[in-house]
Nanobody, 125 residues
Framework: QVQLVESGGGLVQTGDSRRLACVTS????????VGWFRQAPGKEREFVAA????????YYNRSVKGRFTISRDNVRHEVYLQMNSLKSEDTGVYYC??????????????????WGQGTQVTVSS
């Protein structure tokens, strides 16, 4: 079992920046592909970004590319999502995800076996 704990959510203004963090206690964290999904009220979960192990490849939803940056610290067992130039449409619950042997596309929620509880990000104009 992999426990993922997100932090960093909150209320921000349009144009602000925010960094989300996700931590796990797994010592083999560096072997996992990890990423972020989000879900806005009344909408399906949406892929945001992912990073392969040990961090050589990154993947982004077109809507966040150039504004968001995913990174990882394999020593601290953490993954981060730096969000810049936030827009109201970025509002939602952000979930950290992980899988040791992803068999599907990084953008498919079914690819990931482990999900965090989520952290709310609200972008107010």
């Amino acid at each position: 079992q992999v426990q993922l704990v997100e932090s960093g959510g909150g209320l921000v203004q349009t144009g602000d920046s925010r960094r989300l963090a996700c931590v796990t206690s797994r010592n083999d964290f560096s072997m996992y592909t990890v990423g972020w999904f989000r879900q806005a009220p009344g909408k399906e979960r949406e892929f945001v970004a992912a990073i392969s192990w040990p961090g050589r490849k990154t993947y982004y939803n077109r809507s966040v590319k150039g504004r968001f940056t995913i990174s990882r610290d394999n020593v601290r067992h953490e993954v981060y999502l730096q969000m810049n130039s936030l827009k109201s449409e970025d509002t939602g619950v952000y979930y950290c995800v992980a899988d040791r042997a992803p068999y599907g596309p990084e953008s498919d929620p079914k690819t990931y076996s482990f999900w965090g509880q989520g952290t709310q990000v609200t972008v107010s104009s």
